[in-house]
């Protein structure tokens, strides 16, 4: 089974998680490849897929975007999983109470699913550093504030056990997708 891990990602966070699922998935005996979501031109040669995003202000990144909206006729007739990069911290409930992984949901996640019906979707912890350069208007509005930015918590908060944990799902899901494949083939 050909299975691409597609990413599109500003600092390298999502690519780090991306590059991440990729290990797990050879580990577990599939051939993967793992490219950049801007450099994806033809998907009809996988079988599979799991792309990521990072997600600045509830957004997933046009690049992402894009790859799945331009190939939702291929996308929608294979095993498809998705990933979002972007809460930073530790704790999972924020100060008003709410679940920050979900508070963080893009907003194109459901419209995604309905056009592709995607197996699973995660939302993953993100990085942040201060000193990086920013990208985008909305890291260049919080870099013009320094309350803002400092506000901001720093450090590398992907939790990697968590994202080994789904990554080693989607390969027993794919396992168990070969087997009912073979066993209806040789029907």
């Known amino acids: 089974m050909h299975v691409l891990v597609a990413y599109a990602s500003r600092h390298g966070a999502t690519q780090g998680i991306a590059e991440r699922i990729a290990v797990a998935l050879r ?18 040669e ?3 897929f799991v792309i990521g995003s990072a997600a600045y202000m509830f957004h997933w990144l046009k690049d992402g975007l894009q790859l799945v909206r331009r190939n939702r006729a ?3 007739g294979k095993p498809v999983w998705l990933f979002s990069s972007g809460p930073l911290g530790t704790e999972a409930i ?5 679940d920050q992984k ?4 893009p907003k194109e996640i459901a419209e995604l699913n309905e056009a592709i019906k995607i197996r699973d979707h995660r939302v993953f912890f993100g ?18 504030m320094p309350a803002a930015r400092e506000s901001l918590p720093e450090g590398d908060f992907r939790d990697w056990p968590e994202i080994d944990a789904w990554a080693a799902w989607i390969a027993r899901d794919l396992e168990l997708a070969v087997r009912e494949s073979a066993s209806a083939n040789a029907s």
Do not use: Q, T
């Open 27 to 44: 580990g577990a005996g599939l051939d993967v490849e793992v490219r950049r979501a801007s450099s994806v031109k033809n998907l009809a």
């Open 46 to 48: 996988y079988d599979a």
């Open 74 to 76: 291929i996308l929608a």
């Open 94 to 98: 924020d100060a008003k109470g709410r």
């Open 102 to 105: 979900v508070a963080a949901m």
């Open 127 to 144: 990085a942040y550093e201060r000193d990086r350069k920013p990208i985008g208007i909305a890291e260049r509005f919080v870099a013009l």
